[in-house]
């Protein structure tokens, strides 16, 4: 029999909507945990989400920012704005369409950035380094899934 906080179902449940209920608070706390570590640095989860999105696609703009966060544009501005205040991101003038501005990652934000990944990394480490072999394994062996789970919203 597995442990009672095994995500296996119980005996009667359906299995997607049993793992579901198991998964998600832990996937919950997980993501918490995480958040906290980018607020060491004084950002948001979601500022540094936004800052990855400009470093993998410079020269982005807020309104395109705006829709693949489903945020309103005012309030992306809004975090752009606090996000350019602090040095993180830059406003770029586009070279053939100068009513056009994109976004980009400045030094410092991505020294930022690195940093909130270090320490978020550190954290994840730190506490799967407590679990057994196996249980790393297994965890190692769900990646693919997890993945798969995480795009499918996207």
């Known amino acids: 029999m ?5 995500l296996a179902p119980t005996r009667g449940e359906s299995a997607p909507a049993a793992l579901a209920e198991r ?9 918490r945990n995480l ?25 982005v703009g807020v309104s ?12 992306m501005s809004a975090h752009v704005k606090r996000l350019e205040e602090a040095g993180w ?3 770029d003038a586009d070279s053939e369409d100068k009513r056009r501005v994109g976004l ?10 690195e940093d909130i990944r270090k320490s978020r990394n550190d954290w994840l480490a730190a506490r799967l380094a407590k679990l057994s072999a196996a249980d790393r394994a297994a965890l190692a ?4 899934a997890l993945n798969e789970l995480a795009e499918d919203g996207r």
């Not at 062996?141 to 693919?144: H, I, N, P, T, V």
């Open 64 to 75: 395109e920012l705006a829709e693949r966060e489903q945020i309103s544009k005012p309030a």
């Open 35 to 59: 958040r906290r570590e980018a607020q060491r640095f004084g950002v948001s989860a979601l500022d540094a989400q936004l800052m990855t999105i400009v470093l993998k696609n410079p020269g």
């Open 141 to 144: 062996g769900a990646l693919s």
């Open 104 to 113: 980009l990652l400045t030094k410092s934000g991505a020294r930022a950035l």
């Open 89 to 91: 991101i830059a406003r």
């Open 23 to 31: 998964l998600r608070p832990v996937v919950l706390r997980l993501s």
């Open 2 to 6: 597995p442990p009672p906080d095994s």
